[in-house]
């Protein structure tokens, strides 16, 4: 998802392709490495080969990292952009599934634990995380709460082929820095000239349109400005 400014409210939608992506850019460097530390092959802990921010009503390939946003659970305002802009830490609860598919009931156990191990790692490596949302949002923050992960496993279901799929879950709090990105709020007086104001303009006698009472703003810019 194309995103043409960071300082926005993103909600939801963006904060699941946010972990998708970077899943998708981390993991298959990361199953390597595991492959080589636990000395086992490419069929033992397959690269997974789909990576979905929505879940599908049928699986058609296989491993498979679905990454969805439940609920949000916190909303905090940590300080203003430009001084006028609430910034906000927004904390989402996620899950991140992991879909995996074996000849039998072993190998298909193994591989979906495995693999639900190394995107823990991944989802835990806070480094990699704040690398990429430095290298592509600049000031952007994006943190996983370590002490809310938790993992859910899966029975085992026969598939055709006398082959099994297996399923987990892991499920954590992200937070995320967004912004209320305040509209400018436009008012023309007599002459046609466009001021950009937070609120209404002055009150004007409905008859002769003269000023009567003039309001007090806390500030009055020209269009183009912010204004508070």
Same mark, same amino acid.
């Given at each position: 998802m194309?995103?043409?400014?960071?300082?926005?409210?993103?909600g939801g939608q963006f904060a699941k392709s946010f972990v998708t992506a970077y899943l998708e850019s981390d993991i298959p460097k990361r199953?390597?490495?595991?492959?080589?530390?636990?000395?086992?092959t490419d069929t033992e802990l397959p690269t997974p080969v789909k990576y979905l921010s929505y879940e599908p009503v049928a699986l058609d390939a296989w491993p498979t990292l679905i990454t969805v946003a439940i609920s949000t659970n916190r909303m905090e305002r940590v300080g203003y952009m430009r001084g006028t802009e609430p910034q906000y830490r927004v904390n989402y609860v996620m899950r991140t599934y992991v879909w995996a598919r074996g000849g039998n009931a072993e190998e298909a156990t193994l591989c979906r634990?495995?693999?639900?191990?190394?995107?823990?790692?991944?989802?835990? &490596?806070y480094p990699c995380l704040n690398a990429v949302t430095a290298n592509d949002y600049g000031s952007f923050q994006a943190k996983i709460d370590e002490g809310s992960m938790r993992e859910e496993f899966s029975d085992l279901t026969p598939l055709k082929g006398e082959r099994y799929m297996a399923g987990a879950y892991l499920g954590y709090e992200l937070a995320m820095d967004e912004v209320v990105m305040r509209r400018e709020h436009g008012t023309v &007086?007599? &002459?046609?000239?466009?001021?950009?104001?937070?609120?209404?303009?002055?009150?004007?006698?409905?008859?002769?349109?003269?000023?009567?009472s003039p309001l007090v703003l806390p500030t009055t810019v020209a269009a183009?400005?912010?204004?508070?």
């Open positions: 194309a995103v043409t400014t960071i300082e926005l409210m993103h199953v390597f490495d595991y492959r080589n530390g636990w000395q086992v634990d495995r693999l639900t191990t190394v995107v823990r790692s991944a989802l835990l &490596d &007086d007599e &002459d046609g000239i466009l001021f950009g104001v937070k609120g209404v303009g002055v009150s004007k006698d409905t008859t002769t349109g003269a000023v009567t183009g400005g912010a204004s508070e």
